[in-house]
């Protein structure tokens, strides 16, 4: 579904992400990783089309940009947008209206099938703002997947959750996935990423490994950066 060669990303004309090469398969669970400032989300952005590459490219075949659902990492404002959850779900489907001013019909299906798929049909009528964080987050999953056709793409989904509600967030990614979603996450729960995940990218700036979870998990990399701390932040 997505190839990536060679691709390298600058910010103020510094690298940030050099010559990074993989691939994404169909039904995938693609964990990346890597410490902070490792360029993870920078690679994100710039598969996304959010960023412009400094070198390499990107392929898709079988999807297109306009249907990979995202959820980026939530910050403060964001957490306080005075909006119903409806009205947030909905807007998953702003990349699919085109020209149209409008929702259509089967825009407000996709939104309440993906409320029901989340469990959160009785909270449609809420203010976002007034829900707890594991619910904002299952509302913005419900978003990104009202935008997604067969790609979700996740920047730290469980970060500031508390373990129980990342628990039920991956319980729902690791269901979504079983259901035919491809997904490609990035992780600063590295124990959790060989736990779920199906193959691996630890960057550091460039490549440090890209493969199997089972495999990454015998490396000595793993078992370093596992004893620091338990994440690859």
Do not use: W
């Amino acid at each position: 579904m997505l190839t990536c060669r060679d691709v390298s990303l600058s910010y103020g004309g510094r690298t940030v992400v050099e010559n990074v090469s993989f691939s994404v398969e169909r039904g995938d669970y693609f964990c990346v990783v890597g410490e902070n400032g490792s360029g993870k989300t920078t690679l994100m952005k710039g598969i996304l089309g959010l960023l412009p590459l400094s070198g390499g490219r990107i392929e898709f075949q079988g999807v297109k940009r306009t249907e990979i659902g995202y959820l980026p990492q939530q910050t403060v404002v964001q957490r306080d947008f005075p909006a119903s959850v409806r009205e947030v779900v909905l807007s998953g489907r702003l990349n699919r209206c085109g020209l149209l001013p409008f929702y259509t019909r089967r825009d407000r299906a996709c939104a309440n099938d993906n409320l029901e798929r989340l469990g959160i049909s009785s909270e449609a009528g809420k203010s976002y703002r007034d829900l707890s964080g594991g619910q904002q987050q299952r509302v913005l999953l419900a978003r990104a997947l009202c935008a997604a056709d067969k790609l979700l793409m996740l920047d730290e989904p469980v970060a500031g959750l508390d373990p129980v509600m990342a628990s039920e967030l991956y319980a729902l990614l690791e269901k979504l996935n079983r259901d035919g979603m491809t997904l490609v996450v990035i992780s600063h729960d590295l124990k959790s990423a060989v736990s779920y995940g199906k193959k691996i990218l630890h960057m550091r700036r460039g490549a440090l490994f890209c493969g199997s979870t089972d495999d990454y998990a015998k490396t000595d990399l793993y078992r370093f950066m596992s004893g620091m701390g338990g994440d690859g932040a």
